[in-house]
């Protein structure tokens, strides 16, 4: 196996990661969008926004994957970051470089990988965006311009003005080795105890503002049957897609948690009762309609949807105790 090289400019690049504050952060639904966006396109598994950083890469959005990272001595990507043009190998068995790979080899048996580099708003290239697939295919020049548009529209993403919310707050007051402690390193989500420490500056803020808080409660109907039809493995592939749909319907400046691999807490504030009620709606509607399909089988996924409105005094309340009554409706 060949390990990538180190680009030349590696000190830059760690800045400009550091700087963006994007290594061990939630995944987010506007990057989600463009990942799938990829799978459809292109018909594959796999697709990746990959920040190559340090020893890792770090997952900022993916489909088809069970992890948010991987070492960056067997990465593919850490290969692509070494030019603008597009690394493609259209039949991993075939190439010297990755034939031995454990990529490769084992999990996820990455047959064809085709990345093009993501810059930061300063053209500085912190990553990339990939389309993976478990079998060998063509890519052909079409098929390289439409992934270079893609990887622009995230160019775009990585460029914007970071919101100013209590979500973007706690992110960037934590430092990387705190923000890894507080994300599910599976789904991409903060897990329980990331989701109490957000959730206490929620409530403090929503007091100070005199503003609602809503925690919606969102649990994987009949967990055993999936479980026993599907098999664990996959059972990872229903939790990310529940995440994600939660996401995309979400407002900007709500967040997540995990609660397990059969739920998720997400919390607004600053919104009104009726635009609760819509999220309710439009939630249950997705899940109603949308199929996930995990290794050739396809299924509904079917959810049960709670909420719990905080407001006033309630508000001096701690996370754990928000949470707990939340639980306790469901």
């Known amino acids: 196996m060949q390990k990538p090289d180190i680009p030349l ?3 830059e690049r760690t800045r400009a990661i550091q700087n963006l504050g994007i290594i061990y952060s939630p995944s987010e639904a506007r990057f989600d969008r463009i990942t799938r966006l990829v799978c459809r396109h292109f018909d594959i598994d796999t697709a990746l926004v990959s920040i190559v950083y340090k020893e890792i890469q770090w997952f900022k959005s993916l489909q088809g994957l069970n992890a948010c ?22 039949n991993a068995l075939l190439d010297p470089r990755f034939m031995d790979n454990p990529l490769v080899i084992d999990g996820p048996k990455i047959r ?8 930061d708003s300063f053209g500085v290239r912190i990553g990339t965006l ?13 098929d390289r311009q439409d992934l270079r548009d893609f990887a622009r529209l995230v ?6 003005p970071v919101d100013d919310n209590v979500v973007s707050r706690f992110v960037h007051s934590l430092n990387e080795h705190q923000r890894s402690l507080l994300i ?7 897990n329980r105890r ?13 007091l100070i503002k005199s503003e609602d808080v809503y925690l919606l409660h969102v649990k994987l109907s009949a967990f055993d049957l999936i479980l026993n039809r599907f098999g664990r493995d996959r059972i990872v592939d229903f939790t990310k897609f529940t995440a994600s749909i939660i996401r995309d319907i979400l407002p900007n400046g709500a967040s997540i948690g995990s609660l397990g691999a059969d739920a998720f807490v997400a919390v607004c504030s600053g919104i009104r009762n009726s635009e609760v009620q819509r999220l309710l709606d439009q939630l249950k509607s997705r ?7 995990t290794h050739g089988v396809k299924a509904l996924v079917d959810v049960d949807i709670n909420f719990l409105s905080i407001s006033g005094e309630e508000l001096k309340c701690t996370s754990v105790q928000a949470v707990d009554r939340l639980l306790s409706i469901s």
């Open 184 to 190: 599910d390193p599976i789904v991409g989500s903060w």
């Open 69 to 90: 990272s991987t070492q960056r001595e067997i990465s593919f990507c850490g290969h692509a970051i070494i030019s603008d043009e597009p690394l493609v190998v259209e």
């Open 130 to 142: 990939c389309a993976i697939h478990s079998a060998p295919r063509t890519f052909s020049q079409e």
């Open 287 to 293: 899940f109603g309609e949308t199929t996930l399909e």
């Open 194 to 206: 990331g989701f109490e420490a957000l959730l206490d500056r929620e409530l403090e803020h929503a």
């Open 112 to 119: 064809f990988y085709a990345g093009q580099p993501v810059h």
């Open 155 to 160: 160019e775009v993403e990585i460029a914007k």
């Open 9 to 11: 400019n590696e000190e």
